[in-house]
């Protein structure tokens, strides 16, 4: 079942696959990957949602294969043990043990966190209460660890009330107090924003020059690929190395944006609008102007709580007015921002063509839409079964089969890969091409220049 | 506006147990009016006044009204009725029965409310998990009162998404049940979904700790404390038993 | 520096202490249901009426505890992660269906679906920390823990045969669940409150009490008329949510895949 391995081997994590297949299922997710990490190294691997990257970093973090449900083939080394796995025999994995050697910080930073700790320094706290170590010794740790990541202003604040890029930051904190060898880090810096971008990488950076070999697991390369040490691309299973000449393609193609005609029918008219929550102390949004024709895609940039989400909704029939015109042409459908969550049918099929009767022609266009969002394959799959990008864009369908007169986004890029911010500005272009319009709200800076039309700040 | 009792939450529990059991023991209702008089100013001192006679008041009125359905107007003892329609009868005794078991709700009511209200439920969860019994307990409690808010806040967030999709307009039995599928089901499906890909994180943390666990939140407590807790749970046994057999014998 | 990254092989899952404190929660539950069956002891009042409810109330709630503190290692930390969002579940959806008016309390929706999915020790565990966290808001329930627990393991027993297979078998399971507790719980509504919580409820008692019935045999021919009711209801409504939930999800609960608990309903 395992044995130790020679003194003299330097890598501390040795993965040796054959196949990786997943519980009452014959399809080979994962299949011949050999990869090893050696001490401080910086590995990347690059891989489209749905790979499977996930799967390999829960792998090399010993969360996967799950005794006596998913079927994995081949061994892993880590530091001198080497434990094998066979399809008779899965071996009981002691997944606490292993994480003091390889750490794994998930893409939902927020599923690592325990949920039940009211400080952040609690938070970090969690291994080593759960260890036993005395208080004072514990103390000492969560202050040395918050001084060396630059973390003390987090540690009385509540866990549940942190931002998504703060709740990455302490997640990747509490995962280093363990002090594991390697760490894999699934997707660590997608959907932050600059700022938090940046505090991120910062913390990396520090971990990476304490010693830690970082696997990280994205999915393109993009920034990485300067200082990494190892490339691969995951692809159809497995990995294949990329050299830097792979890294020089062009940019993507900006899609050739077409100029919105001067006579174009307006659309929405929004005049000097005030916008208030019920219950709220002051308005969410004053003295709105906003005008948009015909074939346009706006872009609403704003820092969080500049009432972006507010606006759309109020465009969207939500919130209305308190005081100023909303005048609006044509129906609107809106993708918020949570969307993935209002789903619920059995099938995708289902879920799109919810709510409209049997004998209405839109039923027919089910098909359609979900041959244009490239979902045509997963028709009669479980959404939940789909990865994060795909569920994303299924939700997306729910909008679109109503072939609204003006789409509203919010963070639609949240979730999606590559491929899916390709599928989505075709859909945005083809809503534009039927005389629609467009409002999208995001801080994905880079989407909104090659989309938007124009932009419009919040104040 | 509130403040807080600095002391160790289970001693907070043990002097209500011992109170609650010893005024249903006596039985008397100027005893239990008192008790009850007490936890107000308690609660006022606290700055909880409102909350805890709102609270109680939603528990105890329909059980109040319950109980005099019960014992107040159908009374079958022999003595004579105060008033009779039919197979209503109004007894002097069914009255003062329906009021005295409301009492001794009422302050198991009060009491309860009022511990809830005082103890901060970080303390608490400390110190159940720094006590003898299994780490799952502390984690259970915590995990589902820090759960309540996060889920209230994603069925709202649900509500809008769906009122989005235009549906469940339909009147009748089918509607309704459309609109309860559409909030309940993704509800359940989300929360299940995180439930499960928490676990193994939280297998990864250490979680449950297998042998001797601390924590970094201290949870202040003295001697003096423990003592008091051991004697208000025995009291809180041993004085029923002494309060009915005293009962007894003078009754005899 | 190499630790061991194996478990050892699984022991025999319940320690002495733990089999010993299940053993004594079940035995003081019975026992005390089959003194207060018997002597009926009248007198709520006076006498030893508050005597004997004071001890219903400990006995009962003691009984639950134990049955936790025995249960709760043995849980799985998957049915742990679970077991906080039924109790959610158990709140949220009990509130929702009561805002539309409908005299049912399917405040046991999270308890019973923990019991199909992870079994009967976990859906007893629920059952009892249910009612735990509902005591913060309402004490009164303390003591209706151990028919909450007996919920949760009717649940997780009626799963374990089949009755989630198919949709119609899981409000009949519901019913005799529904019998079941009533029975076991009109004991404590009678001798340590005297009567119910609700002004329905208690009208209900007060006309079979007017028939001529004793006060616990009409307690407990109201709690057999609205019990089976709302449990069947609860039953069906749980095995619906639990259809709806992908293999995926479903598939990852060793009772239900030992067991079978979904028959060819899960969802592909």
């Given at each position: 079942m395992y044995r130790k391995l020679s003194a003299?081997?330097?890598?501390?994590l040795g993965l040796n696959l054959g196949s990786y297949n997943y519980?009452?299922?014959?399809?080979?997710?994962?299949?011949d990957i050999q990869l090893d990490v050696h001490p401080g190294s910086l590995t990347v691997i690059s891989g489209h949602s749905g790979s499977g990257k996930s799967t390999l970093g829960a792998i090399l973090a010993g969360l996967l294969p799950r005794h006596g449900m998913d079927e994995l083939v081949g061994s892993i080394g880590v530091g001198e043990t080497l434990i094998e796995f066979s399809s008779s025999s899965t071996p009981r994995v002691d997944v606490a043990q292993w994480a003091k050697h390889v750490g794994l910080l998930p893409q939902?930073?927020?599923?690592?966190?325990?949920?039940?700790?009211?400080t952040v320094a609690e938070e970090l706290a969690f291994s080593l209460e759960n260890a036993g170590v005395p208080r004072e010794q514990m103390q000492q740790r969560v202050t040395d660890l918050a001084q060396k990541l630059h973390l003390q202003h987090l540690?009385?604040?509540?866990?549940?009330?942190?931002s998504g890029g703060q709740e990455r930051f302490v997640a990747l904190a509490a995962l280093a107090m363990s002090e594991p060898g390697v760490l894999v880090l699934d997707?660590?810096?997608?959907?932050?924003?600059k700022r938090a971008t940046a505090v991120v990488s910062e913390m990396i950076n520090l971990l990476r020059a304490n010693g830690a070999a970082l696997v990280v697991l994205v999915d393109s390369v993009g920034v990485w690929?300067?200082?990494?040490?190892e490339l691969w691309r995951l692809n159809q299973g497995t990995l294949h190395r990329i050299s830097a000449e792979d890294l020089?393609?062009?940019?993507g193609q900006t899609p050739r944006r077409r100029p919105v005609a001067a006579?174009?029918?307006?659309?929405l008219d929004m005049d000097s609008v005030q916008l208030a929550y019920p219950g709220?102390?002051?308005?969410?949004?004053?003295?709105l102007n906003l005008q948009l024709r015909a074939g346009e895609c706006l872009g609403l940039a704003g820092a969080?709580?500049?009432g972006k989400t507010t606006v759309l909704k109020a465009i969207a029939g939500l919130l209305k007015p308190e005081s100023g015109t909303l005048a609006l042409s044509g129906v609107s459908g809106l993708l918020l921002q949570?969307?993935?969550?209002?789903l619920f049918e059995r099938t995708v099929l289902r879920e799109v063509s919810f709510?409209?009767?049997?004998?209405?022609?839109?039923?027919?266009r089910a098909p359609e839409v979900l041959k244009q969002l490239g979902l045509e394959t997963h028709?009669?799959?479980?959404?939940?079964?789909?990865p994060a990008s795909a569920r994303r864009l299924v939700a997306l369908a729910t909008v679109l089969i109503h072939e609204p007169k003006i789409l509203l986004l919010d963070?639609?890029?949240?979730?999606?890969?590559e491929a899916g911010e390709v599928v989505l500005q075709e859909a945005i272009s083809s809503v534009l091409d039927r005389g629609g319009a467009v409002v999208l709200s995001t801080h994905d800076e880079r989407f909104m220049e090659r989309t938007a039309h124009r932009v419009h700040h919040m104040p | 506006m509130s403040r807080t009792i600095n002391l160790h939450p289970f001693t907070i529990l043990a002097l209500a147990v011992a109170v609650v059991t010893l005024t249903t023991a006596a039985s008397q209702w100027w005893l239990s009016c008192a008790v009850i008089v007490l936890c107000l100013l308690i609660a006022g001192w606290a700055g909880h006044l409102k909350k805890l006679a709102v609270l109680s008041g939603a528990i105890l009125l329909p059980t109040f009204l319950s109980l005099l359905l019960i014992h107040g107007l159908i009374s079958r003892d022999p003595s004579p009725a105060m008033a009779q329609w039919g197979p209503l009868r109004v007894t002097a005794h069914g009255l003062e029965v329906a009021l005295s078991l409301g009492l001794r709700t009422a302050v198991l009511v009060v009491v309860g409310l009022l511990c809830g209200l005082l103890v901060d439920k970080h303390q608490l969860v400390a110190a159940i998990d720094l006590?003898?019994?299994?780490?799952q307990l502390g984690y259970l409690l915590a995990a589902t009162l820090f759960l309540l808010p996060q889920m209230g806040h994603k069925q709202r967030q649900i509500g809008e998404a769906q009122a989005?999709?235009?549906?469940?307009?339909?009147?009748g039995i089918t509607g309704w049940f459309q609109r309860v599928r559409l909030r309940a089901v993704p509800l359940v499906l989300a929360s299940m979904q995180d439930a499960q890909d928490r676990a193994v994180h939280l297998s990864a943390r250490g979680?449950?700790?297998?042998?001797v666990r601390t924590r970094l939140r201290t949870v202040p407590d003295s001697s003096v404390q423990r003592g008091f807790r051991w004697t208000a749970l025995a009291i809180a046994v041993l004085g029923p038993v002494l309060i009915l057999a005293l009962t007894r014998m003078g009754s005899h | 520096m190499s630790s061991n990254l194996l478990l050892p092989e699984e022991t025999s899952s319940q320690t002495l202490s733990r089999r010993l404190m299940a053993i004594a929660g079940t035995v003081i539950l019975v026992a005390t249901y089959i003194t207060l069956i018997s002597t009926?002891?009248?007198?709520i009042v006076e006498g030893l009426g508050q005597g004997v409810a004071l001890g219903t109330f400990a006995a009962y709630l003691v009984a639950a505890i134990l049955l936790l503190l025995a249960v709760l290692?043995?849980?799985p930390v998957p049915t742990l992660t679970l077991i906080p969002v039924a109790l959610v579940l158990n709140i949220i959806l009990g509130q929702f269906v009561g805002s539309v008016m409908i005299?049912?309390?399917?405040?046991s929706i999270g308890t019973v679906i923990v019991g199909f999915l992870a079994g009967r020790r976990a859906g007893a565990a629920t059952g009892v920390l249910s009612t735990l966290v509902w005591s913060l808001f309402a004490?009164?329930?303390?003591?209706?823990a151990a028919g909450a627990a007996l919920v949760g393991f009717l649940a997780g027993t009626a799963a374990r045969f089949?009755?989630?297979?198919?949709?119609?078998?899981a409000p009949v399971a519901g019913l005799v669940a529904g019998v079941l507790v009533g029975v076991v719980s009109s004991p404590v509504a009678t001798?340590?409150?005297?009567?119910?919580?609700g002004v329905g409820t208690g009208a209900l008692v007060a006309a079979f009490s007017s028939m001529g019935d004793s006060l616990l045999s009409a307690v407990t021919k109201q709690a057999l008329i609205s019990d089976p009711g709302d449990k069947a209801v609860v039953f069906l409504v749980a095995a619906l949510l639990v259809y709806a939930l992908p293999k995926r999800l479903s598939g990852s609960f060793e009772f239900v895949r030992r067991y079978n608990v979904l028959g060819k309903r899960a969802s592909k």
């Open positions: 003299q081997s330097t890598v501390m519980l009452d299922s014959t399809e080979v997710v994962l299949h939902d930073a927020g599923h690592y966190l325990s949920s039940i700790r009211g540690l009385e604040r509540h866990p549940q009330q942190l997707e660590p810096l997608a959907g932050l924003d690929a300067r200082e990494a040490d020089l393609q062009p940019g006579d174009a029918q307006v659309l709220a102390a002051g308005p969410a949004v004053s003295n969080n709580g500049s949570n969307s993935s969550d209002q709510g409209i009767p049997k004998k209405s022609a839109l039923r027919h028709a009669q799959t479980h959404p939940y079964e789909l963070e639609p890029t949240e979730a999606l890969d | 006590s003898p019994v299994p780490p989005l999709r235009r549906v469940g307009t339909r009147k979680f449950p700790a297998a042998g | 009926q002891p009248m007198g290692p043995d849980l005299p049912l309390y399917i405040d004490p009164t329930v303390l003591p209706f089949g009755a989630v297979r198919r949709i119609f078998l001798f340590v409150y005297g009567g119910t919580s």
